[in-house]
């Protein structure tokens, strides 16, 4: 075989494997712009024959068409939960990671494998208790509630890749801006912090998207508009026998892109950081 | 006052200065993670139903394990996740080894499908369950639509109805949201690996077969095991796939350990059993997490300096 | 008038104590090297002056001031870092400037301080790169500049030179010295490199697993070794060793017997302070072992024996001559060389006046202290 055929063969492979990757995807937040007809004919209308925002207008209460869902509602849930969920886990995560990175004391390891061991637990089997414990405590269906639970799930992985990106700054620079006069807080403000900043922004991210896209805990501990979010929203799609698939469709376009923009930004961190997290140890 | 400043001095002090930094983060795991579970592991000893709350006290010794060791269902509900995770994680890591030695061998574009291949890692994995079960619809979906337009089946097929299809169904979800995650590892471990060792296996008179088993793939393994360790935390996160493509039927054939605790708990409000079972899916979580995480470490020091 | 002072300083990890209540005095303006193997405490002594490493007991006083429990900031010293420790998110100027914007010095005062600094080290057409756009040498420089700008009372240098290549290093060596020179400071001055250690010091001190051996200047140092440590730290080639016994020679006093059957006397400085019987370290620098006719000075007491060269190598200028004695290789010098055949047996004298005795029980000079 030719070097020719060769490259030509693993071109068609290449482009074969990216259209698995992608068109699933592609299809279902392409479906959230096309009219229900369309979607739903036999045989398949494979090209668009007419785009539309209805289906937004719809799940959104705009105009005639309503449904029944508060997705307005979720979408500020979701937002408020996982931004203010994420701010928390950073600082912990920043503060924690600090210490790991820095640091050498008692029980070290110990206390690194039990951060660890502790995002190991399935979300499922945590929401029991935490459900049985916030329904004492009257966290139930509430915001907080649900922040409380996403810092600690953050916490562990926001640890392990801010250590990571810290243990990457020599420790002379610190030590180097100690002597230059600054205090210990002033030389991590304005030496290891700025360096760490983009890696301590890509931490951000993946946690903003773990609580962004939780579902198992989410769906058991909350209940109304309290405190719903989008992934749980969705399944409000599905009525006893009907789903409303083009609502749901323009649904998972709105929880997809905010998690699109996000992950493109910092994709060269998060690679960077889950690769000399897990290497270097 | 000098109290104050005593407590001060102390919290101050660099000896103390780590545990202070960590405090926050041990707060957190303690209160939502550690003290739950101590909670639920004193539950699965008892005989809770949410719709009793004072059988929160009524402790039954080990009846709820006893029970859920001699249920049948349990057991099939087990060994199909364990089954389940060896097939679906060991064809990830296949796939991911194929798309990265792939993509590693083309010469321009790198970048962009590198980027195109994190398209699946942000799906919400509720939004895969839900794109699959859109797709995978025996009635609607694109997938019969497509193969009955094209003539090659007449009939629908029952793609989320019959037992072995939906899993199937749900195995191609799975794969697809996380073979991503292998690839773009492997990939950036085939970055940097660097070129002496295949120049000398080359100089050694190694074919590319031999080169590749012997050199690339020992390589390899330690950003192999990054990415199962990082999987094997998020296991569970195919409840949210079942819970979403067939919840668990038809008839609990597609039931996983995690969709089976959800039943059980919230559905039948038998906490005391879903506890005991949690516990179990617990262990399985550590373990496999633990089993990839030693891989991990043996492969590091395998691997020597050259890491 | 800032000396630095150490008086019984410990350092421990936990059990481990890797600095044995050590004692220096350092004086104003002094330039003083500690100097040794790694893992002799050296680095750790300097970063105990510097404030980086607590200390686990004794007083460090830095001028009068007792600074055990000081931050570094407060104790007015600067340090250059063996990588540099520059800010790589700053420009030259600003790593430059760092020290001054902390201690809230006013805008105008920075710049031209920053200005001087720039021009003594020659960094002015640096001044507006990134640490990562500049070359091994020119980041010492930026390194020194930013101690030199805050005009500290200590300059603390902890190996600042093992980074760059043998060229630069001795270039970079010459501009410490002339460093020191212009702005007169006291400097402390971690290094493992003998040849630096000899090159910059006014004062040498020698550390060995957390004790200091031996404090002097680099001819003390190098001409009366306290012990076989230090005489075979300092100089290169190192000085040879030999095992040896005191034997009562009748007429000719006491002598030393060495392997071979070489037999030398006992040196008259040293009679008094050796017994028969004793067993000795025979040290012997490369610079008094040479051929006869291949000399530096041949008056003096001398003795002569013949040694097979095994290796010689050419320098140009000299030659080195590794021969053995015993099992023991030994080197000699030669000056004015001429080619060596293979196996050639040549006649060496041996400079009575500068054999080192040492007793080889304890490894002390048997002339006791230093300086007799």
């Known amino acids: 075989m030719s070097t020719q055929t060769k490259a030509i063969i693993s071109w068609i492979v290449t482009f074969i494997v990216m259209l698995i990757i992608t068109m699933p995807g592609l299809w279902v937040i392409l479906s959230g712009f096309r009219p229900l007809q369309e979607i739903l004919a036999k045989p398949a209308i494979w090209i668009p024959q007419r785009l539309t925002l209805d289906n937004f207008y719809a799940i959104f209460g705009i105009g005639e068409t309503q449904i029944a869902i508060p997705v307005l509602a979720y979408f500020r849930n979701s937002i408020i939960i996982a931004t203010t969920s994420t701010a928390i886990a950073i600082i912990v995560g920043i503060s924690g990671g600090y210490a790991f990175a820095r640091y050498r004391f008692k029980f070290k390891d110990t206390l690194f494998l039990g951060l660890m061991l502790s995002r190991t637990v399935p979300g499922i089997a945590l929401s029991l208790p935490v459900f049985i414990v916030w329904a004492r405590l009257g966290w139930i269906d509430t915001q907080f509630g649900l922040i409380l639970v996403y810092v600690a799930l953050n916490v562990p992985f926001t640890i392990w890749l801010i250590d990571g990106f810290f243990r990457q700054i020599p420790k002379e620079l610190a030590e180097a801006a100690e002597v230059d006069g600054c205090t210990r807080w002033q030389a991590f403000w304005k030496i290891e912090f700025p360096l760490a900043k983009s890696g301590i922004a890509s931490a951000g991210i993946f946690a903003f998207l773990t609580s962004w896209n939780e579902f198992a805990l989410a769906s058991n501990l909350t209940r109304s508009t309290n405190s719903k979010t989008l992934p749980v929203g969705l399944t409000d799609f599905i009525a006893q026998f009907t789903t409303d698939w083009a609502g749901m469709c323009a649904m998972a376009f709105i929880i997809i892109v905010p998690a699109l923009i996000l992950t493109f930004l910092v994709q060269k961190h998060l690679i960077a950081g889950l690769t000399f997290g897990g290497v270097k140890g | 006052m000098s109290v104050m400043t005593n407590i001060k001095r102390k919290l101050f002090s660099e000896q103390a200065t780590p545990y202070v930094l960590l405090l926050p983060a041990v707060i957190m795991i303690l209160i939502v993670v550690l003290f739950p579970l101590i909670f639920s592991l004193y539950t699965s000893f008892t005989g809770y139903k949410l719709t009793r709350p004072d059988t929160l006290f009524k402790l039954v010794g080990f009846r709820n394990y006893v029970r859920i060791f001699g249920d049948w269902d349990f057991w099939v509900a087990f060994f199909r996740t364990v089954g389940f995770l060896a097939v679906v994680i060991n064809l990830e890591f296949l796939l991911g080894l194929g798309i990265a030695l792939l993509i590693n061998k083309i010469t321009w574009g790198q970048r962009t499908m590198r980027t195109i291949m994190m398209f699946p890692m942000m799906f919400s994995p509720i939004l895969v369950g839900f794109q699959f079960k859109f797709i995978f619809n025996d009635n609607v979906g694109i997938l019969n639509n497509a193969l009955q337009g094209l003539g090659i089946t007449e009939a629908a097929i029952p793609w989320l109805v019959d037992g072995w299809l939906a899993m199937g169904a749900i195995a191609f979800a799975e794969i697809w949201m996380s073979t991503s995650i292998f690839a773009i590892l492997l990939l950036a471990g085939l970055f940097a690996m660097p070129k002496d060792p295949l120049e000398a296996a080359q100089v050694d008179g190694c074919n590319a077969w031999q080169t590749f088993r012997h050199i690339t793939l020992p390589f390899l393994m330690p950003f192999a095991y990054i990415a199962m360790t990082i999987r094997s935390l998020d296991v569970a996160r195919a409840y949210d796939v079942v819970d979403t493509m067939t919840g668990g039927g038809p008839a609990g054939r597609t039931e996983l350990l995690w969709t089976l605790i959800a039943r059980t708990g919230y559905d039948s409000a038998n906490m005391g059993m879903a506890n005991a079972m949690a516990y179990v899916s617990i262990i399985l979580s550590i373990a496999f997490t633990y089993y990839f995480f030693s891989k991990l470490v043996a492969a590091r020091r395998y691997m020597g300096g050259a890491l | ?372």
């Not at chain 3, 460093?179 to 493992?192: C, E, G």
């Not at chain 3, 140092?221 to 190192?238: K, L, R």
């Not at chain 3, 400085?269 to 620098?285: C, E, F, L, M, Y």
Request: hydrophobic share 40%; net charge negative; with cysteine.
């Open chain 3, 1 to 372: 008038m800032t000396e630095v002072s150490l008086s019984q300083v410990v350092k421990r990890y936990g059990q481990l104590e890797v600095v044995h209540a050590i004692d220096l005095e350092i004086r104003h303006s002094e330039f003083v090297v500690l100097v040794g193997p790694s893992g002799c405490g050296k680095s750790t002594t300097l970063r105990m002056i510097a404030g980086l490493e607590e200390i686990s007991g004794g007083t460090i006083k830095i001028g009068d001031k007792v600074v055990n429990k000081l931050a570094p900031r407060d104790r007015n010293i600067s340090m250059v870092f063996q990588n540099y420790a520059l800010y790589p998110h700053m420009t030259v100027r600003d790593n430059l400037g760092f020290g001054l914007k902390i201690a809230k010095h006013p805008e105008s005062e920075i710049q031209n301080r920053v200005e001087e600094a720039a021009e003594i080290l020659g960094l002015g057409m640096l001044m507006d790169r990134l640490p990562a756009a500049l070359s091994g040498g020119q980041r010492q420089r930026v390194a020194m500049g930013r101690a030199i700008v805050r005009n500290p009372d200590v300059f603390l240098f902890d190996e600042p030179l093992s980074n760059l290549d043998a060229k630069l290093r001795v270039q970079m060596r010459t501009e410490i010295k002339k460093l020191h020179k212009r702005v007169n400071n006291t400097i402390v001055y971690v290094t493992h490199d003998q040849v630096e250690a000899m090159t910059l010091a006014d004062r040498i001190v020698i550390m060995r697993d957390g004790h200091i051996e031996q404090v002097g200047t680099p001819l003390e140092v190098f001409d009366h070794p306290v012990n076989t440590f230090v005489a075979s730290f300092i100089g290169s080639p190192p000085m040879n060793q030999l095992e040896g016994k005191v034997v009562d020679g009748g007429k000719s006093g006491l002598q030393i017997t060495l392997a071979d059957n070489i037999l030398i006397p006992v040196p008259k400085r040293s009679k008094n302070r050796v017994s028969v019987g004793q067993d000795i370290t025979v040290g012997i620098r490369p610079d008094d072992l040479t051929p006869v006719g291949h000399g530096m000075k041949e008056d003096g007491e001398t003795v002569s024996f013949d040694l097979t060269v095994s290796i010689s190598e050419p320098l140009g200028t000299e030659t080195i001559l590794f021969s053995s004695i015993g099992a023991k290789e030994v080197q000699g010098k030669m000056l004015n060389p001429r080619p060596i055949e293979l196996d050639e047996r040549l006649t060496f004298n041996l400079a009575m006046d500068r054999v080192h005795l040492f007793d080889a029980a304890s490894g002390q000079n048997v002339l006791g202290d230093a300086n007799g």
